[in-house]
Nanobody, 124 residues
């Protein structure tokens, strides 16, 4: 079992930046590939970024490429999502998730453990 707790969300102006954190507890964090997903009101949850167990491989959704960066610190049991050049379409609840495999994945159905989410609101 892995418990995930996101933090770092908030209200930011368009063009601004935020750094989200996801702290993991429970079983060995470094055993899991991790992902970030987001869900806007009335929309389905969508993939944002994923990182392999070791951190050597990452992949972003096209909508955030060049703006968002996923990283992890296995010594701190934490995965991060740096959000830059934010716009109103980035407004959503952001969730981190853990996958019981070392390989990254953009498929939310591959993820077993989920955090409670953190709200990101971008004002224009």
């Amino acid at each position: 079992q892995v418990q995930l707790v996101e933090s770092g969300g908030g209200l930011v102006q368009a063009g601004g930046s935020l750094r989200l954190s996801c702290a993991a507890s429970g079983r060995t964090f470094s055993s899991y590939a991790m992902g970030w997903f987001r869900q806007a009101p009335g929309k389905e949850r969508q993939f944002v970024a994923t990182i392999s167990r070791s951190g050597s491989s990452t992949y972003n959704a096209d909508s955030v490429k060049g703006r968002f960066t996923i990283s992890r610190d296995n010594a701190k049991n934490t995965v991060y999502l740096q959000l830059n050049s934010l716009n109103s379409e980035d407004t959503a609840v952001y969730y981190c998730a853990a996958k019981e495999s070392p390989l990254r994945s953009a498929n939310l159905h591959d993820y077993v453990y989920w955090g409670q989410g953190t709200q990101v609101t971008v004002s224009s």
